[in-house]
C-alpha cells in the first residue's frame, strides 16, 4: 500500500504555478536518479524558495518532487506555506491528477464490462469482479440500493482469475443473451446455485477476460473487488476489498 507523501518542506510564502519547459536532458540528477527508481517524470512546475519543482507518478499516485538550488539534493513531498497552504496540490492536479483520471478512465471504458444499473445514471463506477469472488459478491450486495434508486451504474470489468471456475464463469456471464440480467442471476442465485462456466470459452471472450485482468495488473491491482471511482473534485480513487458501509458513500455518493 503507497502512503501519501509526508509534509517535508515549509515554504515562506507562495508563488504562482505555471508549467515550465523541461524535458529529460535537462532533468537535474537527483531527479534522474529518481526515475531510475521506477517514478515517471511527468515535466517541471514553479516554486518558491529557490527550489525546482517536478511531478510524477508512482503507482498511479502524483508525485511532487523539489530540488534544492545547488541542483544536488531532492525532496520529495508536499510543499506548505507559512499559512499551511498545500502548495504541491494545485500543479499535481493539473499535471498528474486530471490527465492520470482521463487516461485510465479511457481504459476502463473500453475495457470488457457488464452495466449494472441505469445507463442514465449520474454516477459510473469501474469494478473487477471474478465470478467466484465472495467480497464481489458482498459489494454487489451492498450497493443495491445505490442502484435501484438509478444513482449509480456500476461497471463490472470481469477477471477469472480466484478458482478454476472463474474463467469458465466470467465467460458465461459475458455470452449470456442479457449479460445484465445473467449477472443479477448469479449474485441472487449464489447460494442455490451460480451461473454454470463454459466448459470451453470461445477465442473472442478468452482475448477480452485476458485483456482485462492485464488491465488490472497494469493499473496495480491483484485483489478483486478493485473499485475504480472519481471522488468529488473529479480525481479517480482505487479501492480494493469490499468497502466498509462509511467508504460505500465515499464510493457511490448519497443515498
Known amino acids: 500500500m503507497i502512503r501519501k507523501p509526508s509534509v517535508l518542506f515549509a515554504a515562506l510564502f507562495a508563488l504562482p504555478v505555471m508549467a515550465l519547459a523541461a524535458g529529460p536532458a535537462n532533468w537535474p540528477a537527483p531527479v534522474k536518479a529518481i526515475e531510475a ?10 516554486a518558491p524558495g529557490g527550489l525546482k519543482a517536478y511531478a510524477g507518478i508512482v503507482q498511479q499516485h502524483p508525485l511532487a518532487i523539489y530540488v534544492t538550488a545547488d541542483g544536488q539534493h531532492a ?20 499535471m498528474v491528477s486530471k490527465p492520470l483520471t482521463a487516461r485510465i478512465w479511457s481504459q476502463l471504458d ?8 441505469s445507463k442514465s445514471a449520474a454516477r459510473i463506477v469501474y469494478v473487477f469482479t471474478d ?3 465472495p467480497y ?17 451504474q456500476l461497471r463490472h470489468v470481469l477477471v477469472g482469475i480466484l478458482t478454476n471456475t472463474s474463467a469458465g464463469k466470467a465467460a458465461a456471464l459475458l455470452s449470456a443473451k442479457d449479460p445484465q440480467a445473467a449477472l443479477t442471476r448469479h449474485e441472487q442465485q449464489r447460494a442455490s446455485g451460480d451461473v454454470k462456466p463454459l466448459s470451453e470459452i ?7 477476460l485476458d485483456a482485462n485482468q492485464t488491465l488490472m495488473e497494469q493499473l496495480g ?7 475504480f471511482y472519481k471522488d468529488a473534485h473529479g480525481n479517480l480513487q482505487k479501492v480494493e476489498g469490499a468497502p466498509s458501509a462509511e467508504m460505500l458513500s465515499t464510493i457511490l455518493g448519497p443515498r
Open 136 to 152: 464481489c459478491a458482498k459489494f454487489w450486495n451492498d450497493a443495491r440500493p445505490w442502484v435501484k434508486a438509478g444513482k449509480v
Open 110 to 117: 473500453k475495457s470488457t464490462w457488464i452495466a449494472d444499473g
Open 202 to 208: 470461445p477465442v473472442e471472450i478468452r482475448a477480452q
Open 37 to 46: 527508481q521506477g517514478v515517471e517524470i511527468i515535466g517541471s512546475f514553479a
Open 131 to 133: 465470478p467466484n469472488c
Open 75 to 94: 525532496i520529495v513531498g508536499t510543499l506548505i506555506d507559512a499559512k499551511g497552504e498545500n502548495l504541491s496540490r494545485a500543479p499535481l492536479e493539473r
Open 221 to 227: 491491482s491483484s485483489a478483486t473487488p478493485t473499485i
